[in-house]
Every structure is written in structure tokens, then in C-alpha cells.
């Protein structure tokens, strides 16, 4: 079938993947998103590998998953090829489906060791296929690899290393289309990532960034050629895109965009599932964090909106919800409004 994806011997449900966003995809998060339908494959935010072999107690939290958390993948950074393919070893024996190698982090934690994507630009090509290839050799489990089209507009390796990745075994590669020295501004470059498509003989190359609408979706595809799609930020703003393109490879209609009820059905799902992971402390106090995307999109008003982001209690969130499912949406509520997510900024040198 067009539409199918395969990592390997790994057949996913579907060819739209749900893209690491450190701090937002994490286990409730990715849960809520998948019970939506039509993730193919979720990841986790990147875990450093030496944390990792330590079993530090920050990076297993990171790493937490669950029976409805499948197929999932870990993603690994680091820049030993020892210790990348030990931690891999152990991800294979912890249950992971997909171990994911991060290439594509511009911050200055990750790159300034050569980890992220410092690897797209070590001193020798070798050294970062060695890893990979190391990395494939330790498991049996797929290996992918998420990067960016390159350091900067003069060194976009992305083609060249793809390629080579490809010969070392991987399952396939994620790539976002900007360089390192991007970040996040710019527009995600099209042709950058049919290069990439264009270089790889059979893996699948699956495109990433920017992509908020199944328009959007529909250009990526037809101007790249990629097997798949990787949503990162379009999926905070809308989780059931990932639902609403399988049903438009289906049938061709996307479906009716998620109403006011629904919306607030899944932050009242959201905020349960953190409850049952973690109690009601840490879920109360990690979802001010995310209160405020909620509330761009609802529009409850100010007080309840403050009310949110000093969220203390179950009985707090409650008494919320239950004001807003009896008020119902504010007059001119609008399911389509786009808010911003907000990306590092400034000098990439100071990320
Ligand atoms: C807040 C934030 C955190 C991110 N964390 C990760 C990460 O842990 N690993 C990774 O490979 N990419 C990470 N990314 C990059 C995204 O996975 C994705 O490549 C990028 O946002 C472009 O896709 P999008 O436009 O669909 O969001 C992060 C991006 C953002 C904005």
C-alpha cells in the first residue's frame, strides 16, 4: 500500500509520526495523542546515553512508557559509539520498539560536546558513520536517525550522511528541512528534503517541520516525495491531525476540525493521565506548564485562566472544567485559531 510505513520489519499503523518536543511529549501527553488515533510512532524526548547507562533517575522518568505507549521510540544522543550502542543494547532489553539517534539538536548543551547536530559536522565523516553503524550492529530492534539538512547553508551533509546511514543499516531517517544554524526561523525547506529522499536507495526518508494542516501535509509529500511525516509543534496545536490525515489517505475529506467540548474533554484527559503517573502534586504543577496552550484555544478568560497556571489540586481542575462545560464556549469561538509555540530564540550561539 502507497500510504504504508515500514521501519525495518516494524509495520506502523500509519505514516504520520509523532516528533520529539522535550518538556511537552512526554508519557501523558503522548497517551492523550494517541488515543486520538493515527500515530504511527511517538518518541520520547532525547535522552543523553551516558544519563541513561547510569539509569539516572531524571532520565528513566524521560524514558517512562506503558503497554499503550507502542510503537515507541527512544531517542539517544551522545557522541561515544561504545556507549551509543550500550545504551541501545539496554533500550532493546527495556522494551523500546525503534531506538532513534538524535542528530538534528541545536542547543548549545547537546552540540557543544559534538553530540545533536555537531555530528553532522565532526571533523571526519567517519567517525559520525562509525557511531551509527555501531549503533545498528548492537541491536535487532530498527535504528533511525532524526537530523537537520546540515550544520549551516554551506555544509548541508544531510543528503551525503543519509545515504551513508542507509549503508550502515539504519531503518530509515527523519529529517527536518533546516540547518543547525536555522533553529527554528525560516521556512522548513522542501527541496533541502527531497535531497535527502532523492539520495537514499530503499529506507524510507520521512519529512519533518512546519507541518500544522493537512494542506500543509499534502505540500510536503507531493514536493518531497518522503514515505512519511514527522509532527512535532502541529500536533500541541491540534493532536488529531495525526487522525484527521489517515482519514484523508482514506478517503480524501480530513474530517470536521475538533469542536469546543472535545477540546476540553482532552485537556480534562491529559491532566488525568499526568494525575495518574504522577500524583496530583506533579501533575497539577507540570500542567501549568502546558495550561497555557489550553487556553489559547479555549479562551476561558483571564481569572480562569490564572486559575490554571496556579493549578494546585484535582478539585481545582475540576471545579474549572466543570464552569467551562456549563458555560460552554465564549461567543465567536473559533476551533480553527492557530497559536504560536514558543522555540528558542535569538543567536543560535546562546541556545
Ligand atoms: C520545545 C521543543 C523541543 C524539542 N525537542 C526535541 C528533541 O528532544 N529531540 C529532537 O529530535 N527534536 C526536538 N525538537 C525538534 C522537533 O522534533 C521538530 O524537529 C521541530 O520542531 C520541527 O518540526 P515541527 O515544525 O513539526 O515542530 C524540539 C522542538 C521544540 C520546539
Redesign the pocket.
Known amino acids: 500500500m502507497a500510504n504504508s510505513l515500514s521501519l525495518g520489519k516494524l509495520r506502523l499503523a500509519s505514516r504520520y509520526l509523532l516528533?520529539?518536543?522535550?518538556?511537552?511529549t512526554n508519557l501523558p501527553f503522548r497517551r492523550v495523542v494517541r488515543e486520538l488515533g493515527g500515530v504511527g510512532l511517538a518518541t520520547t524526548?532525547?535522552v543523553n546515553a551516558r544519563a541513561l547507562l547510569r539509569a539516572s533517575p531524571k532520565t528513566m522518568e524521560l524514558i517512562a512508557t506503558c503497554p499503550e505507549d507502542r510503537p515507541v521510540a527512544v531517542?539517544i544522543y551522545g557522541t561515544e559509539a561504545k556507549e551509543m550502542s550500550e545504551a541501545a543494547r539496554w533500550l532493546e532489553n527495556y522494551g523500546a520498539s525503534v531506538v532513534d539517534i538524535?542528530m538534528?539538536?541545536p542547543v548549545h548543551k547537546v552540540t557543544r560536546g559534538g553530540g545533536g547536530s555537531a555530528l553532522l559536522c565532526a571533523a571526519s565523516a567517519s567517525t559520525t558513520v562509525n557511531l551509527v553503524r555501531a549503533v545498528v550492529e548492537a541491536v535487532k530492534i530498527p535504528v533511525t536517525v532524526?537530523m537537520r539538512l546540515g550544520w549551516d547553508s554551506g555544509d548541508q551533509s544531510a543528503p551525503f550522511f543519509a545515504r551513508e546511514f542507509e549503508k550502515a543499516g539504519v531503518a530509515g531517517v527523519i529529517i527536518?528541512g533546516r540547518t543547525r544554524a536555522q533553529g527554528?526561523g525560516g521556512e522548513v525547506d522542501l527541496e533541502g528534503i527531497r535531497a535527502v529522499v532523492e539520495a537514499v536507495e530503499r529506507i524510507p526518508v520521512i519529512g519533518?517541520?512546519?507541518?500544522r494542516s493537512v494542506a500543509d501535509a499534502l505540500r510536503m509529500l507531493e514536493a518531497t516525495g518522503c514515505a512519511g511525516i514527522?509532527?512535532?509543534?502541529?500536533a500541541l496545536l491540534n493532536p488529531w491531525i495525526f487522525a484527521q490525515l489517515c482519514r484523508w489517505d482514506r478517503t480524501g475529506d480530513p474530517g470536521p476540525a475538533a469542536g469546543y467540548d472535545a477540546r476540553l474533554e482532552l485537556m480534562h484527559r491529559h491532566y488525568y493521565l499526568l494525575v495518574e503517573e504522577r500524583g496530583e502534586r506533579f501533575a497539577s504543577l507540570t500542567f501549568r506548564k502546558v495550561a497555557n496552550w489550553y487556553c489559547r484555544v479555549l479562551k476561558p478568560g483571564r481569572e480562569i485562566q490564572q486559575r490554571l497556571m496556579m493549578l494546585e489540586s484535582v478539585a481545582d481542575f475540576d471545579g474549572i472544567v466543570n464552569g467551562l462545560r456549563e458555560n460552554g464556549p465564549p461567543a465567536n469561538w473559533n476551533s480553527t485559531v492557530v497559536p504560536e509555540?514558543a522555540?528558542p530564540k535569538g543567536p543560535i550561539e546562546y541556545w
Open positions: 516528533s520529539p518536543l522535550a518538556g511537552y524526548d532525547l531517542q538524535n538534528g539538536c532524526k527536518h527554528f519533518n517541520g512546519d507541518v514527522s509532527i512535532g509543534r502541529g509555540i522555540v
